[in-house]
């Protein structure tokens, strides 16, 4: 479980360090399922751990859906772009007050997620995690 499960925290680590980087939202899509490959990953294990590790897939569960409400943000202000640009102004006048409510929405939760990171990749998080896992 432990190789399997440090692959799965190492590469969504990775993708929040490429997102960081770069601030493409791509990165920040690849870290969302990366997440969730973690979860997955977790879940399978669950029955070789306590319910200790059942936080920590809690923790990641936050994080993806941090990421799921901005990635939703960003789609749906899209979304509304596209019907904006063809559609005939009376019928999309407040289409930028809700494209500004996405946005500040989806700043919000990658804001969130951040703290999130902060918490998860801090070195006492990995020494903790590391602990509990390999048992000692």
């Not at 960003?74 to 009376?90: F, G, H, K, Q, T």
Request: charged share 35%; aromatic share 12%; with cysteine.
């Amino acid at each position: 479980a432990l190789p399997i499960l440090a692959k799965r925290v190492k590469d969504l680590r990775s993708c929040y360090r490429d997102w960081r980087e770069t601030e493409d939202p791509a990165d920040l899509h690849r870290a969302r399922i990366a997440a969730k490959k973690l979860r997955y990953a977790a879940e399978f294990y669950t029955p070789a751990y306590d319910r200790r590790l059942l936080k920590i897939i809690e923790e990641v569960k936050a994080a993806q859906e941090l990421a799921g409400d901005w990635h939703d943000a960003v789609v749906l202000a899209d979304a509304l772009r596209r019907i904006e640009a063809r559609a005939p102004y009376r019928e999309v006048q407040g289409f930028p007050l809700i494209i500004e409510a996405f946005r500040v929405f989806g700043e919000s939760r990658t804001t969130e997620f951040q703290g999130w990171a902060k918490t998860f990749f801090s070195q006492e998080k990995r020494e903790e995690m590391a602990k509990y896992l390999l048992g000692n």
